[in-house]
């Protein structure tokens, strides 16, 4: 059990005071801890910020013209026995979508989170039963919130009419790709408006903003690093979305940390957008890919228990260091970057700085095709993380995707293979 800690500007707390806080925390003996609460120093919350927060995800909104033509969109949702349950059909609703299907079972307040083997939206399992009653009700997408209601699971249907779980890569493109477009045909997009992913997304997002002018900013992993370039553009350029590829997302900055119903309300009105062109969210994917290349995404964790465990990990990041790989299956590596010496080696051997705020324990490969290869240990469990990006420049339209998903799988494989994972 734990608790994360906010600041005064809604984000996580980063340093000095983090640092600080579990200093004072060190400092407390089992005899102060006081069981009975003080009532003075308890705030009990009611509607009103439910009104509050509605209000401020509806600022995310971008067209409301194309949600009022297609607000018969049929949506299934599932809060997977967590809290985005209430919130998230009203803030549906708010935006003038009125045909939301929930999973009945899902619904149902469970800390033992008894339909699923695991609450994560990025389990396909977990997504079963929206599936299911999605296929009875013929819906157009089922969207579901974790428990806790930060992240979002996608499920739209592919072109064969089979249902697609889009991955938090694709979701994170998604999101940047329509929020750029839209705001410039609507003559939204401005200058110091700026998009925020982490190291470890796809690149494409980097190639989208690129192309509209739009400045990306680059973070560490968690929603932290995001609401803290928020924070330090305030009043001088606006935010107007950011996200990782483990499902979470932004789409406004009345919000300091990943936001599922603000973020499931904007896939709906782009899942809208796309059926107003006779297009589904699978369309949409394969129009992105053709437009900035394909580009396919896998994670490997590698898990070390124990505290052999913890020495083993600590010894692979120090043998990547002192012996990088010079191809990643068979593709040449002509920039690696060290977050932890901030340094960004070319394959010529010249060396910058890297522009970050902190040090980290991250190491990254890139290659002369788009290849890129990330590792970090995690911060919370016993594993390494390896995230594989390959791309393929081959991708012309929608019927490429199976062949360039096939020849990407086989590139990942031989990449696992050149770092010793198989």
């Given amino acids: 059990n734990g608790y994360k800690a906010y600041w005064s500007d809604g984000a996580q707390v980063l340093a000095p005071h983090d640092t600080g806080i579990i200093e004072e925390v060190n400092k407390v003996t089992i005899d102060q801890v006081k069981f009975e609460a003080n009532w003075d120093k308890i705030q009990i919350i009611g509607g009103e910020m439910d009104y ?224 107003d062109q006779g297009k589904t969210l699978y369309d949409l994917l394969m129009q992105i890919y053709a437009e900035y290349g394909f580009s396919k995404e896998f994670t490997v964790n590698v898990v070390r228990p124990g505290k052999t465990g913890a020495d083993e990990i600590k010894q692979m990041m120090a043998n990547f260091r002192s012996n990088p790989p010079k191809e990643l299956g068979g593709s040449q590596i002509c920039l690696w970057k060290d977050y932890q010496a901030l340094t960004a080696t070319k394959e010529d051997g010249s060396v910058e700085k890297l522009d970050m705020p902190a040090t980290s324990n991250v190491l990254q490969w890139f290659c002369t095709d788009g290849t890129k290869v990330s590792v970090r240990p995690s911060g919370t469990e016993p594993k390494i993380k390896f995230y594989i990006e390959v791309k393929d420049s081959s991708f012309k339209c929608a019927g490429c995707y199976e062949r360039c998903n096939k020849a990407a799988e086989e590139k990942i494989e031989a990449i696992k293979k050149s770092l010793g994972l198989n």
Wanted: aromatic residues 8%; contains cysteine; proline residues 4%.
């Fill in 52 to 275: 509050d927060y509605m209000t401020a995800v509806h600022s995310a909104m971008i067209d409301q013209d194309v949600i009022n033509r297609q607000k018969d969109l049929n949506i299934v949702y599932s809060a997977m026995h967590g809290t985005g349950r209430v919130i998230v059909p009203l803030c549906l609703r708010s935006w003038g979508f009125q045909n939301i299907n929930v999973v009945p079972e899902q619904m149902v307040v469970d800390g033992n989170f008894p339909t699923v083997v695991s609450p994560n939206p990025e389990n396909a399992e977990a997504m079963t039963l929206g599936m299911k009653l999605g296929t009875k009700l013929n819906a157009d997408l089922v969207v579901a919130t974790d428990p806790d209601a930060d992240r979002l699971a996608i499920v739209c249907r592919d072109d064969k009419g089979e249902w697609m779980i889009i991955n938090g890569n694709q979701t994170c493109m998604m999101f940047c790709y329509y929020i750029i477009e839209n705001k410039k045909k609507l003559g939204l997009l401005k200058p110091t408006d700026f998009l925020v992913k982490t190291i470890v997304t796809t690149e494409v997002i980097a190639k989208i903003a690129e192309k509209n002018n739009v400045e990306l900013r680059d973070c560490y992993t968690g929603f932290k690093w995001i609401a803290r370039e928020i924070a330090i553009s305030e009043g001088k350029q606006q935010y107007i979305g950011g996200g990782e590829e483990s499902f979470g997302f932004l789409p406004y900055d009345k919000v300091r940390d990943k936001d599922a119903p603000a973020s499931i309300c904007l896939i709906c009105e782009i899942a809208a957008w796309a059926k």
